[in-house]
């Protein structure tokens, strides 16, 4: 497979994180030959989001694969029906349905212990008198919900560093859901203490994904980054040879 043939791999990062979330997964895509692009994500709507993702792939030359993590799912979920989006990787993610809102896929399981731990702000809505509201994690809980089984001192910077994720995204629902006409893989990370597991089993099950299922907390391409690269490249190698 040549690089030409490749298709790019696009890593959409999730809430409470950025893109570097993604700095041991890079390096080993880019070693393997494959382009890679890491948008940062504005975290303020998904359909906002999702448009914004989507405008970033249009501007791509050839085929995407498509990578989301977390919230991220949600929105390569909707991003992924642009026309050169070829296959959809996610990684402990939510698989919407179409019409269905993070709050609803939620709501049919038990709640994470990040409930618990979500701190609750205002920020300013240009032209709005209104304040938004924004969500983001207890710092001093950050690393044992979010990322238990990465480096502490990353851990540490991480949780200091939190992209928040606009509250009105739980409410939005999905106007598309890509994995109906795309094929995707999925990864559950069985440690996970951000979203329930079940959540992450249920959306990609209903999917039809190919899914694996790794011991990790939610961050699971900083404490798996092999892991992670082996599922994008089979899922690169699978939507190159379509």
């Known amino acids: 497979m ?56 249009r501007q791509i030359p050839g085929p995407v694969v498509l990578v989301g993590h977390s919230y991220g799912g949600a929105v390569i979920t909707v991003a992924g029906v642009e026309d050169n989006v070829r296959g959809l990787v996610y990684l402990a993610g939510y698989a919407l349905e179409e019409g269905e809102s993070l709050g609803e896929l939620q709501g049919g399981f038990p709640d994470s212990d990040l409930a618990a731990a979500l701190v609750h702000t205002s920020f300013p809505i240009e032209g709005s008198a209104a304040p938004g509201t924004e969500v983001s994690v207890q710092i001093e809980k950050f690393p044992s919900l979010f990322a238990a089984d990465v480096d502490p001192r990353l851990a540490s910077v991480l949780a200091v560093s939190q992209r928040p994720l606009a509250a009105q995204t739980f409410s939005e629902k999905a106007p598309k859901a890509a994995w109906k006409t795309k094929r995707s893989w999925g990864v559950v990370a069985t440690a996970d203490r951000t979203i329930n597991p079940d959540v992450e089993r249920y959306g990609y099950q209903r999917a039809g994904m190919t899914t694996v299922e790794v011991d990790s907390s939610h961050l699971v391409m900083l404490a798996h980054p092999e892991r992670v690269i082996q599922l994008i490249e089979e899922a690169v190698r699978a939507t190159a040879a379509d």
């Open 2 to 57: 040549s690089r030409s043939d490749s298709p790019t791999v696009v890593l959409v990062h999730g809430a409470f994180a950025d893109a570097s979330s993604f700095a041991r997964v890079i390096p080993g895509l880019i070693a393997r030959g494959l382009d890679v692009v890491a948008p940062a994500v504005p975290n303020r709507s998904l359909l906002g989001d999702s448009a914004y993702i989507a405008s970033v792939v």
